[in-house]
């Protein structure tokens, strides 16, 4: 069974990809000694996991036999990090994942990226935060001459188990209590909304044909193909969970340098023999029915 390295298994997405994989590659968890496992806690019994801040990563690498690093840790600074902690864990941690990686003959790095830096965008509120992610990806390309890297750059992900911060699970739990009224943007950005089972099928998809991958550089972005505004988004979250809240649409200001559309080219990820299988109507109703 092929040993993958993965960061971030403790988060959102890197749990569903532990918890949904794991059954088919032998994982090798990298967190930290406080990180909450909840998410994971019915298999972290049977997984091989490293606290990084304790245990030297070169550590790691010398008793494990690493076929593929699989990056899906990221700091997002909603928490008021300052801009060199963004760097040390977006662009430092992952770049000295990559030199180990180069020393010890790993045959592939795959990066977890994000609609919010195509065209290397800087969004006015996450500066720091796609900085870094910019950053990384020049690291990457960089050296992919001496590591075949694949980089996915994911669209609006959400799912079971996401942070409570983030806008779909937050809107969702208003809905839930039926608060009087909701204060939202006037909604018109349009975003590709993605279920997270069909991101971990796009993962799984690319571990399956690593011994394929020929060209140093590959990058793939994932989502549906298709952008729904933030106001049918929320009409679709209200209708589903019978809410009596009011909408107020326009209530709030729209957020200066908004991306105002994103949609996934998913022809690449496609010719792989990828699709997404969920529908948002029906991700929206597992999210309320979980």
Known sequence: MNTVLLTGGTGFLGSHLLNELSDRYRFVLLKRSFSGIQRIETIIDTVQSYDIDTCPLETVFREEKIGCILHAATNYGRS????????????????????LSIENNVELFINTDTFYTKSNHIYPSATYYCLSKIQLRQWLKALSDRIKVVNLRLEHVYGPNDNQNKFI?????????????????????????????????????????????????????????????????????????????????????????????????TEAIAALGWKPKISLTEGIKRIFHE
């Open 169 to 265: 699970p937050f809107l969702a739990e208003q809905l839930v209590k039926n608060r009087p009224e909701i204060p939202l943007t006037q909604g018109i950005q349009k975003r590709d909304f993605i279920y997270v089972d069909d991101v971990v099928r796009a993962y799984e998809l690319v571990l399956n044909n690593k011994g394929r991958i020929l060209e140093p550089f590959l990058e793939f972005e994932i989502g549906t193909g298709r952008a729904t505004a933030v106001s049918e988004l929320v009409k679709l979250m209200q209708t589903i969970s019978n809410s009596q809240s009011k909408l107020a649409f326009g209530k709030l200001p729209d957020r200066d340098g908004e991306i105002m559309q994103s949609t996934a080219q």
């Open 80 to 99: 008021g990090e300052p801009f060199h902690r963004l760097f040390q864990d977006n662009v430092q941690f992952p770049l000295t994942l990559l030199k």
